[in-house]
């Protein structure tokens, strides 16, 4: 089965400055997705960035980016210019590629609650 | 982009009944639609994948009895919390998706407390 882990429950973040967040993932799969996702204290899921296992470059989002290291299975989250707005909760996630068929569930890590200090 | 709306977004109800929570997908069809519980700072376990129009299947250590999910149409899917215990109480979230696409569109959520 797969697993997400981010390993850093809280992390911390002077506003306009940059912060990583880190999640790696264990699979034996080939093909798959991978996911940001944030949950601010509405409790709404929002996408921030995916990113295709089979593509080698880096997905990036505005001021969000990441970098996927395939064979080391590691897929972290750099938001730059850290805004207020950006305090939240940050789940890594995992799925099964389409083409691989079965379930088209996510697999989420326990998650990272970030703090912007003004 | 695709929206998902829940209702209600909260609920109290008492221990020993049920209660209802609706997922729609309002500008999409929604092929497949998951649910998910989420305790305090904790993170989304899913609960159960369910395909219109047949069986939901449920993960380990759900109870299909006690969560009972119906997906009837490409729009719609419900969860029925029957015989809620106070332990019950928690943040339920659904998401949809389209079978064929990466993307999963989630709810806002609905609170239900239990007393």
């Known amino acids: 089965a797969q697993t997400v882990t981010q390993s850093q429950p809280e992390m911390s973040v002077q506003e306009a400055e940059t912060v990583t967040l880190s999640c790696t993932y264990d699979t034996s799969e080939s093909d798959y997705y991978l996911f940001w996702y944030k949950q601010p204290p509405s409790r709404q899921m929002i996408l921030v960035i995916r990113?295709?296992?089979?593509?080698?470059q880096n997905a990036t989002e505005n001021r969000f980016s990441v970098n996927f290291q395939k064979a080391a299975k590691s897929f972290s989250l750099k938001i730059s210019d850290s805004q207020l707005g950006d305090a939240a909760m940050y789940f890594c996630?995992?799925?099964?590629?389409?083409?691989?068929?079965?379930?088209?569930?996510?697999?989420f890590g326990k998650g990272t609650k970030l703090t912007v200090n003004p | 982009g695709a929206v998902v709306s829940q209702h209600p977004s909260r609920v109290i109800c008492k221990s020993g009944t049920s209660v209802k929570i609706e997922c729609r997908s309002l500008d999409f069809q929604a092929t497949t639609m998951f649910w998910y519980r989420q305790f305090p700072k904790q993170s989304l376990m899913l609960m159960a994948t369910s395909n219109e129009g047949s069986k939901a299947t449920y993960e380990q250590g759900v109870e299909k009895d006690k969560f009972l999910i119906n997906h009837a149409s490409l729009t719609l899917s419900t969860l029925t919390v029957t015989s809620a215990h106070p332990e019950d109480s928690s943040f339920y979230i659904c998401s949809a998706g389209v079978t064929g696409t990466y993307e999963q569109y989630f709810g806002p959520g609905t609170r239900l407390t239990v007393t």
């Open positions: 996630a995992y799925r099964r590629s389409l083409t691989q068929g079965g379930s088209e569930k996510l697999v």
């Open positions: 990113q295709e296992a089979y593509k080698q």
